[in-house]
């Protein structure tokens, strides 16, 4: 039985049915540009058509990675080499005129992606049930993009490393200016030949 939901809850619940739909299409997208890929090197293909479909779909997928990141906000799970693999994937020609290694590195990556794709749509599609189920759900700030993360160390690690500096500072200065020190650097000058 589905919960009543007040207005705020059902905006919630659009939203999640928005985002769950943006994923989708990218994964859909994503697939396409496999296929795509994958069609190429088959005899009797038009090259050229394949050509003009593979840069279109890479067009689409930078377009909807950009506005996907920002509108996932902190469910963005997608992996990071997605739009490497896109960038890097030049055209076809160029593609399947590299070794069969690299061919099979980029499907290995390409699938790496899809899984993650998988991943956050499931995530996203969970939170959309649970929201459904009159959960209350945290979407973040809309329109201020993924979640900001520190790319310096929280206050704890700081704090952590802090301590381990003067742990050591304390044993190094015990080593060297005290004579139980001295012992323990004579041992290990011995051992290491010194």
């Not at 909807?64 to 996932?72: D, T």
């Not at 997608?78 to 290694?101: F, K, R």
């Not at 700030?141 to 802090?162: I, L, Y």
């Amino acid at each position: 039985m589905a919960a009543t939901l007040n207005k705020k809850q059902q905006k919630v619940v659009d939203e999640l049915d928005r985002r769950v739909s943006m994923v989708r299409e990218f994964m859909n997208d994503w697939l396409l540009f496999n296929q795509i890929l994958s069609a190429y090197p088959a005899p009797g293909v038009n090259k050229a058509q394949l050509e003009n479909q593979f840069l279109k779909i890479k067009s689409k997928l930078a377009r909807e990675h950009n506005v996907l990141k920002e509108s996932l906000m902190q469910d963005y799970k997608i992996d990071g080499n997605t739009m490497q693999i896109v960038a890097g994937a030049t055209n076809l020609e160029s593609i399947y005129s590299q070794s069969d290694i690299a061919v099979t590195k980029l499907q290995g990556e390409w699938h790496r992606s899809f899984i993650s794709i998988n991943e956050t749509l499931g995530q996203v599609e969970d939170k959309k049930a649970r929201a459904e189920a009159g959960e209350k759900i945290n979407l973040g700030q809309p329109g201020h993009g993924p979640v900001a993360t520190n790319s310096g160390m929280s206050d704890t690690a700081k704090r952590n490393m802090v301590i381990a500096i003067v742990v050591i500072a304390g044993i190094v200065g015990l080593m060297m200016f005290t004579p139980l020190g001295k012992t323990y650097m004579d041992s290990f000058n011995d051992l290491m030949g010194r």
